[in-house]
Nanobody, 115 residues
Framework: QVQLVESGGGLVQPGGSLRLSCAAS????????LSWYRQGPGKQRDLVAS???????YYQNSVKGRFTISRDNAKNTVYLQMDSLKPEDTADYYCFARTGIRGFWGRGTQVTVSS
């Protein structure tokens, strides 16, 4: 089992920045990949960014150049640095951990980009 707890969401103006954190606990050694997903109002949940245990990264096209995913293995935490935020980035952001056979979700943190 893996437990994930997100933090760092909030209200920010367009052009602003936020850093989301996801603290993992439990069977950390089984995690192959950590990801951030988001689900906007009335939309499906989409992959935003991911990072493997080998620190290879993936980004959704709409966030490339604005968001940065990173991980601190010593703290068992994955981060999502979000810069140049846009109103369309408004969503609930979820952390996801993939192991060899299962996936685990956090409960999410809300991000609102509005003036």
């Amino acid at each position: 089992q893996v437990q994930l707890v997100e933090s760092g969401g909030g209200l920010v103006q367009p052009g602003g920045s936020l850093r989301l954190s996801c603290a993992a606990s439990g069977n950390i050694a089984s995690i192959n990949e950590l990801s951030w997903y988001r689900q906007g109002p009335g939309k499906q949940r989409d992959l935003v960014a991911s990072i493997t245990s080998g620190v290879a990264t993936y980004y959704q096209n709409s966030v490339k150049g604005r968001f940065t995913i990173s991980r601190d293995n010593a703290k068992n935490t994955v981060y999502l640095q979000m810069d140049s935020l846009k109103p369309e980035d408004t969503a609930d952001y979820y952390c996801f951990a993939r192991t060899g056979i299962r996936g685990f979700w956090g409960r999410g943190t809300q991000v609102t980009v509005s003036s």
